[in-house]
Every structure is written in structure tokens, then in C-alpha cells.
């Protein structure tokens, strides 16, 4: 039982099968109260499959508050941008109808990528990838660990490095929604839409670009970085009255050196999430 005088922590930022991750929603909710959690959102990338009534069915009986959550792929001057949607309607028929479109347009992203990989004589079947990633939002992760399996690069690192990061010989861009038009799509489904960790993106320009957007909060405590990281972003939440948030990103065996809760939110963060209370007190 939850024990009540126990400092509420919530990790909400984290991958499922249902993205590229290795657990299940379920084995996840398991995993968050062993690693002593008292609130969990899932942020499969373009899609929310892992809230299924059997999920929230589990949640409740291990008694692990739940916020809903998505990390949706945007492109800014053929820039990835990674945006955290969180406390949305998961009924919301316009967001379901845009997820289902970034799924179209991953599926026609990947057929680049794959046909650039058979260019350099590493071939991998369309029908190969549908069936490593079973039924997953299905990415460059899988990609890559298809490249290691079948003896292309030696390590998933190297894949991303040689071949898949954005620039390199096999990259394929394609996933092509403005920035502002998945934060429109957020806000119309009534969430909160967050851009995650701005630690990776470029200062200058283009990053001053991108922070002119109407953001409701900004993630500032993220997986294992430096703590001293954290400060520049939490100014800048503060100056704005943006919500500051955080999450470990966990995803599980492709990304074995982060655990499941090592950055975390309050219940108060937790709670702006969810809709209730006010930004004021931050
Ligand atoms: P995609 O959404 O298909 O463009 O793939 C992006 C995902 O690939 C990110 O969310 C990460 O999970 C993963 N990723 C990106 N760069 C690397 C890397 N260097 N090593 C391992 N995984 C990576
Ligand atoms: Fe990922
Ligand atoms: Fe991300
Ligand atoms: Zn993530």
C-alpha cells in the first residue's frame, strides 16, 4: 500500500513496445512501482496505444496515478522537433485522426530510409521491419537494431552515427508537421503541449524561433544529464510561466544506462498536467 507520507514522484516521460521501447504499458506500470513511482505517463512517440481500459484497470490496482502522454515528431527548417503532449482527451477524434496520419507518413519515411540501406547494400525487407516491430510506431530504433542483427554495424550506435542520424548517408526526413500545427492539435484535444528536451537543440536562431511558439511548458530535468543543465531551462520556464517539466525518457533495453524514474515531477507539476490548478506557483 502507498505508503502516504512517501514524496509523490511521477515519471513522465517514457517509451512502451507500443513506440521503441522493450516493455509492455503493463510490464512498465509494474516496473514504476518497483522503482517506487506514484505517477506514470507514457510517452509512446506518435502515438497513445499503450491507454487501453486494461491499462488504467492495472494502474488503479497498483495505485499509480496516470497522466496521458504522447511525444509527437515535428520539423522545423528540416529539424526534428520532439513535442511533449500531456492531459489531453485520449477520446479526441482530431488527434487520433493526425496520429493516424504521422503513422501514414512514418510508414512512407521508413520506405526512403530502407530503399537509401539497399543503395548501400544493406537491404532489409519492408515485411522484415513490419514484423521486428510487430505492432509498435515503428522508427529508425527498429531500424537500427535490424542493421546490428543482421551483422550491417556492429552496435545501434553505430548505426545511428554512420547512417541514420539526421545528415548521415541513409537519413530520410518525412515526418513533416510544422511544430505550431502539432501544438495547435494538442491544444485542441485540450492538453498541454511541451517541448522536450530543448538540452539537444542548437542555441541561436533557430532555437529562438521555436521558443516563440505557444508552448505551455518546457521539459527541464531530463534523463541523466548534468543537474546543472537543468538551470538555464528552468529561468527561462519561470520567466514565461511555462510549466517546467521532466522525465527520464526511458526506453528500456536500446537505452540500457537509463532507468525508469531517475528524473522525475512533483504531484503539484503532475496536477498542472492533468488540468487543475493554476501555473502561478511554479
Ligand atoms: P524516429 O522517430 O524514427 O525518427 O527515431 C527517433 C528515435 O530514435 C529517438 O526518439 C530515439 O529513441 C532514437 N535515437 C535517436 N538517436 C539515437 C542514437 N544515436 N542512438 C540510439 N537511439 C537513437
Ligand atoms: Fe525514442
Ligand atoms: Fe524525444
Ligand atoms: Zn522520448
Redesign the pocket.
Known sequence: MRDKFKEFRADIHC?TTCS?GSDTPLELLRLAQRSDLQGLSITD?DTFDAYTPEFFKEAAALGIAILSGVEI?SELDDT?V?ILGYGYDLHHAGLKQFLALMQEK?KMRNRAILKKLAEHKMPITEEELQNFANWRTI???HI?QLMVQKGYVST??DA??KY??EGALCFASG?RFHPKEVIEIIHQAKGKAILAHPHFIQKGAFLRKLLDLPFDGIECYYSVLDKALEIPWLKLAKERGWIPTGGSDY?GA??PHISLGCSWVSEHIFNLLKGHGSSSSV
Do not use: V, Y
Open positions: 517509451h521503441d512517440h515528431s526534428s520532439h512514418r522508427g529508425r530504433p537500427a545501434l550506435r545511428f552515427e541514420l542520424r515526418l526506453h536500446i537505452k
